[in-house]
């Protein structure tokens, strides 16, 4: 497990060095050689039968001599690496072409890798304190690929990013510092037990807020988003891929997860507040990608409202709501990394973003269009597409949880984010070809292909769904299986 | 000496907040986070304090002054007086909060000295948290090549 992080942290030392040697060339195979290794390494090591919360404990050992290093592995955690790796492993390839028009392709690569292996330091991780170090990391990083183009409006989204995360790390430390005054522990499962002795219903509550605000903040849960569209707009439209793929669900929903389900019991507090923020998500995210002309804001303003679904079926807070908030949030990944994607290879091709001076570039990119068409209708939640049976879940579980209301407006929301997709796919797509992108052509090899990819698992996991549920989906839930709300 | 280091932090984080030159207030950012390391220090709590100075008073501000110095504009912008209006009302309202925490919790509160990470900094470091050396080796990494990418020539 250890290779998780040591792999990327080595490749990102090395990646400048090799950029001596080949600007080009280098960089983009070690980075792909890289994450390849890790996705097949993340589906040889996953296991569904490891149900309990971090059952697979690694001691890494240097020369047969303990190194004091644990790294903890269950089927909850086994399936974020192989998320990470596998969209990781897709930006990578689409980077080889698209990352040409940014230059500094060695940097870039170093940056991508130190967030891959801070991603996964922290889902190894069962220790408070090992998760915030990551998280900054990751953060820190981020920044740079925020700031990548050096462009004015670019570096300003970056510097909203670092100040907000700043703020979310302060509240996130916070929380950590109370419970291990209180506990005297900073592992997860440590803290668990003193807190069953312990069972101060304070420090829960306070601790509670101090975390839904800090990770909220890092998802970009509504009324803490206001960093994400500044950032996404500027940045490399990989950079939005990763972060809405895997940074927010990881460095937010990840470790809200494991907090509200391993370490501290679900209450029907926790529940109704994260039912709350997510519902609120949903509604203020779509509402707001409604009127967007820039294609990678509205992108991040459908992002919110997609992660509020998450959030609303981790707050049902029954089996059957975080078997739909996982699923959806491991198929929001790959669709809305495909969707940045395809922004990318718009932008790339048009050198524009927004979308009234865009259209009729159907017949003069039909990969982008394609893959585009399969991203937003599994977004919207249209059969057979993964989105459609991780929606339908997340509506399964309120409606068994009696929540009514918020089934109707999940349901609702989701014909308006159909309706606003499908405008936009129109103003980019069909009608009248603007005379000026007459020359456009279609996204080079390396970006079809990693569009593709992502566009053909949207549509297998749809046709596969009970397969994945079962085997991957079912068996990552059971982790948090043991603190769900009865 | 404690509190004489605790007043200096406050002056540096309000001056941090009111100063109209970022890249002032950037710098007083930094002698507060220095300021919270010697409190460490001071209080015996070395590893936090080694953490603060490599990773907020080192790092991030580095981040937050090359990235002003970047962005610097010849047009002058008009600032916001929000800032004016509502820190004061969210100053007293977190040092109330604080109170209240403190008032609440410091009964319960054992002494840090008395938990697991009882030891001198490298027992500790090297042999109970040597997992956060590949987490700092991972921020410093970050740190690094975030620096590089704000120095580095357009499209080189």
Redesign the interface.
């Known amino acids: 497990m250890f290779i998780f992080i040591v792999f990327p942290l080595v490749g990102a030392g090395i990646m400048p060095l090799l950029g001596k040697l080949s600007k080009k060339k280098w960089p983009d195979i070690l980075s792909a050689m890289v994450l390849l290794i890790l996705l097949v390494c993340s589906v040889v090591i996953f296991s569904p039968s490891l149900k309990e919360p971090w059952q697979y404990i690694q001691n890494v050992h240097f020369l047969n001599e303990p190194v004091h290093i644990n790294l903890a592995l269950d089927s909850f955690n086994g399936l974020f690496l192989i998320l990470i790796s596998f969209i990781s492993f897709t930006i990578s390839l689409f980077s080889i072409d698209y990352m040409e028009i940014y230059g500094s392709k060695q940097i870039y690569y170093a940056l991508l890798l130190v967030i891959v292996a801070a991603l996964n330091g922290l889902v190894l991780s069962k220790d408070l304190f090992g998760i915030y170090i990551f998280l900054e990391s990751a953060a820190i990083a981020s920044f740079g690929l925020v700031a990548f183009s050096l462009e004015a409006e670019a570096l300003e989204g970056a510097y909203k990013y670092l100040l907000l995360s700043v703020i979310a790390s302060g509240f996130i430390l916070l929380g950590i510092v109370l419970l291990f005054a209180i506990t005297g522990s900073l592992s997860l499962d440590g803290v668990k037990k003193v807190m069953e002795i312990v069972n101060n219903k304070s420090v829960i509550t306070l601790c509670s807020i101090l975390f839904i605000v800090g990770f909220g903040l890092k998802t970009a849960l509504v009324p803490f988003h206001s960093w994400m569209p500044d950032a996404y707009t500027k940045a490399p439209a990989t950079f939005p891929a990763i972060s809405s793929g895997l940074i927010i669900k990881i460095t937010g929903i990840y470790v809200l997860a494991r907090i509200f389900f391993n370490m501290f019991q679900i209450n029907a507090g926790v529940s109704s507040a994260l039912l709350f923020l997510g519902m609120f998500s949903i509604i203020v995210g779509t509402f707001l990608a409604l009127g967007q002309k820039d294609i990678k804001r509205m992108l991040a303003y459908s992002s919110i409202s997609q992660v509020g679904y998450i959030i609303a079926g981790f707050g049902v807070g029954t089996a059957l709501g975080v078997i739909a908030a996982i699923f959806q949030l491991f198929n929001h990944s790959i669709f809305k990394s495909l969707l940045f994607l395809n922004a990318g290879s718009l932008e790339k091709s048009t050198g524009t973003q927004s979308l009234d001076e865009m259209g009729g570039l159907e017949k003069k990119m039909p990969v982008t269009a394609t893959t585009n068409a399969v991203g937003l209708l599994s977004t919207a939640g249209v059969p057979p597409l993964n989105g459609f049976w991780s929606k339908l879940l997340i509506i399964m579980a309120l409606l068994q949880a009696k929540l009514y209301i918020y089934a109707i407006i999940a349901i609702f929301m989701s014909v308006l984010t159909l309706w606003y997709f499908l405008i936009v796919h129109r103003q980019a797509f069909f009608g009248k070809l603007n005379e000026k992108w007459s020359s456009v052509r279609e996204a080079p090899f390396w970006m079809s292909l990693s569009m593709i990819i992502l566009a053909l698992a949207c549509f297998v996991i749809g046709i596969a769904f009970y397969i994945v549920l079962k085997r991957f989906i079912i068996p990552a839930s059971v982790p948090l299986a043991g603190f769900i709300m009865k | 000496m404690t509190i004489f280091i605790l007043i200096l932090l406050i002056i540096f984080s309000i001056l941090a907040v009111f100063l109209r030159d970022l890249l002032k207030a950037a710098l007083s950012l930094a002698a507060a986070s220095i300021c919270l390391t010697i409190i460490f220090f001071l209080l015996h709590a070395f590893y936090a304090g080694v953490f603060e100075i490599s990773?907020v008073a080192g790092?991030?501000i580095v981040?937050?002054v090359t990235?002003?110095s970047?962005?610097r504009?010849e047009t002058p912008v008009k600032e916001s007086l929000m800032a004016y209006f509502f820190f004061p009302i969210f100053f007293i309202l977190i040092i109330g909060v604080d109170l209240m925490?403190y008032k609440?919790?410091s009964m319960?509160?054992?002494s840090?000295t008395?938990?697991?990470?009882h030891g001198n900094f490298g027992d500790v470091f090297?042999?109970?948290?040597?997992?956060?050396l590949?987490?700092?080796?991972?921020?410093i990494?970050?740190?690094v090549?975030?620096v590089?990418?704000?120095f580095?020539r357009?499209?080189?």
């Open positions: 990773v790092l991030i981040l937050f990235t002003i970047l962005t504009s925490i609440r919790f319960g509160i054992p840090v008395g938990t697991i990470f090297w042999g109970k948290r040597s997992f956060d590949i987490g700092q080796v991972c921020i990494f970050a740190g090549f975030s590089l990418t704000l580095r357009k499209n080189e």
